[in-house]
């Protein structure tokens, strides 16, 4: 398995450190959100149906013409390279999330990883052009005419934009979704990261109507669970809630980024949801804020750590105080 934020228990075995102690902040995943509803005994007793409304409802929260409902977008990111044709030219704009070049390596195909500025001398060699925007993790946002010029392109060849759009609840503007109909565009968005439930397991495939039947097809029958199916019906038709979230998302991103600039950790971009920093020993503050028990996630490579948002008051307040007293 790559490695990934959230491995609290793996820090807490290395550090010592109570796993009830620790504040997480190295996933990019809201750490607050909706009073769970009342799950109905049915969703457990009985095998899901895919026409309880789930799809309708998340259609209107997305503005998507069609959508599959997936076990997690990380379902969508291993499947989607086993029905493209063998051995494509797979062009990833990096840095992005390692899943995506590693699900399509494992399938046979030839991965190209691609800075941003190199897309539009490579497309006329590529099958398909893997995005992730906003990018994890950089924050970076690509705009929608740019992204659309490049599937123009990609299109006339029969070729594929995927286009990773996990991280974009809180800047819907920019999505992709509302042409999700057109041959050729895939977007993939991530339910767990902006509504704070990582742990259901939710995503949703946004494309043509015949490569969503092709994919479901390829995954099988109930592949979301009847209690995830419940939760997020609850979730997705709560419009209200979801503009809360939204604006205390937006708020509480910019806290972070004032924070860690006012500490000498001035963010080289980052998104609602999570601040990036380079910093030269990277490694050495990664250590340094994990001895006192705050996770972040650390990008050794490329010096870089990324920080989540803390949760509550008591979270702010602890992380503002190991800023304060980070080693010169």
Known sequence: MLEHGGRLREAARRYGIPLADWLDLSTGIAPYGWLLPAIPASAWQCLPEADDGLEALARDYYGAPALLPVAGSQAAIQALPRLCRDGSRVGIVSPAYAEH???????????????????????????????????????????RERLLGWHARLAERGGWLLVDEAFMDCTPEHSLVADSQRPGLIVLRSFGKFFGLAGIRLGFVLAEAALLERLSELLGPWSVSGPARAVARALLGDGEGQWRQRERLRVDGLRLAVLLSACGLAPAGGTALFQLVHHPQAVGLHGYFARRGILLRLFAETRCLRFGLPGDEAGWRRLEQALKEMPA
């Not at 991965?111 to 924050?139: F, H, Y």
Request: hydrophobic share 40%; glycine share 10%; proline share 5%.
């Open 101 to 143: 070049a590693e699900a399509w390596r494992r399938e046979g195909h030839l991965v190209v990883e691609l800075g941003e500025g190199a897309v539009e001398r490579s497309l006329e060699r590529l099958d398909v052009l893997l995005v992730v925007n906003p990018n994890n993790p950089t924050g970076r946002l690509i705009e």
